[in-house]
């Protein structure tokens, strides 16, 4: 039974930082891609930033290169992504998501979500 269990979430001030972490269970989990999505209420979920199953290339979306990084660690089956300089805009609820690709179909898992909120 595959597992995805996030956690790190909470309340920081503008500015602040915080680190989520997604622990895998139930997959091999080198073998797949891992990304961090986001959705605000009133919105569409979006992806965040993803780490490639081999080589860890990450990517990024626009609003927030150069505050997130994606890392994971393959021994510990867990994704991270690490948030600095936090802003209001970046409160939602942070989804991880694990991604393998089967004869050309992708198979996606996701975990519960922990809530990120950034106010003064």
């Known amino acids: 039974q595959v597992q995805l269990v996030a956690s790190g979430g909470g309340l920081v001030q503008p500015g602040g930082s915080l680190r989520l972490s997604c622990a895998a269970s139930?997959?091999?989990?080198?073998?797949?891609?891992m990304s961090w999505y986001r959705q605000a209420p009133g919105k569409a979920r979006e992806a965040v930033a993803a780490?490639?199953?081999?080589?860890?290339?990450?990517s990024y979306e626009d609003s927030v290169k150069g505050r997130f990084t994606i890392s994971r660690d393959n021994a510990r089956n867990t994704v991270y992504l690490q948030m600095n300089s936090l802003k209001p805009e970046d409160t939602a609820q942070y989804y991880c998501?694990?991604?393998?690709?089967?004869?050309?179909?992708?198979?996606?898992?996701w975990g519960q979500g922990t809530q990120v909120t950034v106010s003064s």
């Open positions: 139930g997959v091999t989990f080198r073998n797949y891609v």
């Open positions: 998501n694990a991604r393998e690709t089967v004869l050309g179909r992708p198979r996606d898992y």
């Open positions: 780490i490639t199953s081999v080589g860890g290339s990450t």
